[in-house]
């Protein structure tokens, strides 16, 4: 881990931001999510920045090299599994891989495809996002002495709530193809779960089940669509 030891002459980690001097990239496609994340590094001192799909990824690592990179194992232009994997082949390899899912029957496909470790969404503990990440630096780069861990979580703007809806109204009104109703049955699922709307939950596990065994996808779309009007409604309305 070289390439850490700069950022720690410049930025040394304390109890209370113990992840000074890190830069995580977070490949995210939920701006509900990402706000969650920017928030918690806010919190724990890290830098963060984001890209919203796998090319996205690409383009920012030839640019630079983050400390920490955060995979959304669902993404509009692939699988997050196969960035993981080619992450994880890289020489030198990135320092830390986290993958991410609403889905925590994930974790073992994430560990399986070289990831350090996952965390489940929503992601809102302070505590256990820093564990997530100090439990993969050496000794050196952790803050020294005792850290008392505070039980506090973070709540993002709903704002973002309220965009990723949109995104998904936009995604349904444009039309779609079997792989799209995959994609928008996770993401949804993954976005309500962060937010903890568990109607909409359930209409985006309804969806991706329909669409796994094969069966009419029409309905389900329908009231997935539903249920996305009347939050898009009700923050008109407010």
Known sequence: ?????????????????????LTVLAVEDSLYACEALRLLCMRSGARIRRADC??????????YRPSVIL??????DGSGLDLIKHLSALTPRINIILGLS????????????GADGFLAKPIESIAQFQEAILAHLP????????RVLKDEYVTPDPIAYNDDLTQVATLINEG????????????????AK??????????????ALAHATRQPTHQPIAALAGLVQQRLDRQVAI
């Open 1 to 21: 881990m070289d390439e850490l030891a700069p950022l720690a002459l410049n930025s040394t980690p304390t109890a209370a931001r113990p992840l000074m001097g």
């Open 54 to 63: 796998i090319a996205s990824a690409k383009r920012h690592l030839q640019v």
């Open 71 to 76: 995979v959304d194992v669902g993404l509009p």
């Open 102 to 113: 609403g889905d925590d029957r994930m974790e073992k496909k994430v560990l399986a495809a």
């Open 139 to 146: 000794p050196d780069h952790r803050p020294a002495g005792l």
């Open 176 to 191: 779609y193809d079997e792989r799209q109703v995959a994609y928008v049955a996770q993401f949804v699922t993954g976005v």
């Open 194 to 207: 962060s937010a903890r709307d568990e109607a909409l939950v359930h209409a985006g596990e309804t969806l």
